[in-house]
RNA sequence: GACCCUAUCGUCUAGCGGUUAGGACACUGCCCUUUCACGGCAGCGGCUCGGGUUCGAUUCCCGAUAGGGUCGCCA
């Protein structure tokens, strides 16, 4: 049988980053398997649902590079789709839920209470077969135990999510629930259902749940828990998707950075954790340095620019030349292009910000002949390309009877207010030498 | 309150009865170097506790504790 999976998310106007990690398993998982993996949205919600809503998940998936096989092309609930078992939006679907209800009703297995429908559970312990976490007995609960009925269609006529979510698991033909744990328990109503339908339940499996670093759920506030985060500050997907794949599954032989095609190839969901995770940025904003190191000189200027824009800094003022090289001495130092406004602001600004602390350092009395000094060998150069600036500065350093570094730093700093950058000498050679010599000239008035 | 899941360095993890408990991020020191980053080397740091089972438990069982989840006319 053919392995057909899905990720069911609610259009809430956000992409969770354990929703996205749901929907790489889900992916994973097809994919390693040959199946077919299927988007479901579960507009069932109208007060909370938009089509926005919806386009937020959809370019989330996409950014993500998590395309699936069926499912929405668009946010719009009554456009099109690919696939044959749609619709794909639960707004869509109400005469199945209707029909479905009343099959139950006429056979006795629901009935009316209070004007909502509820359907008759049964009183027994139910055992929950789940890939990931083993065999689950689920015992009722106290209050089960007083009425373990469950409402399926509210009083408004409106069937819930417990409901639906099975009618469609059923009638798409998924053989496979990939979900959070936060879904086990209620597993046992689920498999109450479709034994009600005389269907044999999808497989399950229930995947830890990514906790914030304090151990605590990781919730819409919190900083990183959507995925727009990673969108918006610059982090290249394949390395948010690299660092999802290692939260809660691992190819068990030390490996970190792995292309996706290999991780389709391991992946299966009996070696998933069960263990929750704590999500660690600082690993992440790793494993993206070593992706923007990786990726093409075109790709990190595009998103170079990109970033540096949303932090205000105009490129276009600069020629396309500038920006390129500029930008080009910045690759394989920044981990996250959230680094880059502070890393290259100088390029494209014309007031130099210094860093106090270090200008405190630096930029004294002692250190004014030897800056002088260097800025007149600057002066005198013909050639202003970075081995020309570098061998100027070695010369005037050997002249002076110091190390190079005596140079760099106060240079450094006069240049672009940092104490750390890029190579110093092309990031001169770039900046130019009139601007150089201009900002050489400015830090020699602080020096007293 | 009841039910369910879980428990290896700070974090992500390897381990599946006998290991000097391995790797990665972070951190510290050194080397390389025009700074930083990268890279290299070294270091710091862990099996929640208590009972069993066993010749022997990080590993198996039970309990405790802790964390997480669920018990809705939310999804």
Redesign the pocket.
């Known amino acids: 049988m053919k392995v057909r999976v899905r990720f069911a998310?609610?259009p809430?106007g956000y992409l969770h980053i354990g929703g996205a990690r749901t929907a790489l398993f889900n992916w994973l998982y097809a994919r390693h398997t040959g199946g077919t993996f299927v988007l479901r949205i579960?507009?069932?919600?109208a007060a909370r649902n938009s089509q926005e809503a919806v386009d937020v998940i959809l370019q989330g998936l996409r950014w993500l590079g998590l395309e699936w096989d069926e499912g929405p092309i668009s946010g719009d609930a009554t456009g099109s789709s690919k696939g044959d078992r749609g619709p794909y939006f639960?707004s869509q679907r109400r005469e199945n839920y209707q029909r479905r209800v009343e099959a139950l009703l006429s056979r006795g297995l629901a009935y009316e209470?209070?004007?909502?429908i509820?359907f008759k559970m049964q009183r027994e312990?139910i055992l929950i077969p789940d890939l990931v976490?083993?065999d689950?007995?689920?015992?009722?609960?106290?209050?089960?135990?007083v009425?373990p009925d469950?409402?399926i269609v509210?009083?408004?006529g409106?069937p819930?999510?417990?409901f639906?979510?099975v009618i469609d698991d059923l009638e798409m033909g998924i053989t496979h629930v990939i979900r959070g744990?936060?879904?086990?328990?209620?597993t046992a109503k689920h498999i109450a259902l479709f034994n009600a339908f005389g269907v044999k339940p999808p497989h399950y499996a229930?995947i830890?749940?990514i906790?914030n670093?304090d151990?605590?759920?990781m919730s819409k506030r919190d900083t990183g828990a959507s995925l727009a985060h990673y969108t918006e500050n610059g982090y290249a997907p394949e390395a948010v998707l690299n660092y999802l794949c290692?939260?809660?599954?691992?190819p068990?032989?030390?490996r970190?950075k792995m292309a996706m095609s290999e991780v389709v190839e391991l992946f299966d969901l009996p070696?998933i954790?069960?263990?929750?995770?704590?999500?660690?940025l600082?690993?992440l904003?790793?494993?993206n340095?070593?992706y923007l190191?990786d990726i093409t000189d075109d790709r990190f200027r595009e998103l170079g620019v990109h970033a540096l824009a949303k932090a205000g800094v105009d490129t276009n003022k600069y020629p396309v030349d500038y920006v390129k090289s500029a930008l080009d001495t910045c690759k394989?130092?920044?981990?996250t292009f959230g680094e880059l406004p502070t890393y290259a602001g100088f390029y494209f600004r014309d007031e130099v910000v210094y860093d106090a602390e270090a200008a405190k350092k630096d930029f004294v009395p002692e250190n004014k002949p030897r800056v002088a000094k260097l800025r007149e060998a600057f002066a005198n150069l013909g050639s202003f390309d970075?081995d020309s600036v570098?061998a100027a500065?070695a010369a005037t350093a050997k002249e002076l009877g110091v190390k190079?570094?005596v140079l760099?730093?106060p240079a450094?700093l006069a240049c672009t207010g940092?104490?750390?950058?890029?190579?110093?000498?092309?990031l001169i050679s770039i900046i130019g030498k009139e601007k150089t010599l201009h900002r050489l000239d400015a830090a020699l008035q602080r020096m007293g």
């Open positions: 998310p609610s809430t579960e507009d069932t919600d639960q209470h209070e004007g909502a509820k312990a976490v083993g689950v007995k689920r015992e009722l609960t106290d209050r089960e135990a009425d469950f409402v509210r009083s408004d409106q819930v999510f417990h639906v979510n744990e936060d879904h086990l328990s209620n229930h830890p749940l906790l670093q151990g605590s759920k290692l939260l809660g599954w691992s068990k032989n030390n970190e070696q954790l069960r263990h929750n995770a704590k999500f660690d600082e690993k904003n790793w494993l340095g070593e190191r394989g130092k920044v981990k970075a570098g500065l190079n570094g760099v730093h450094r940092n104490i750390s950058g890029p190579s110093l000498y092309h």
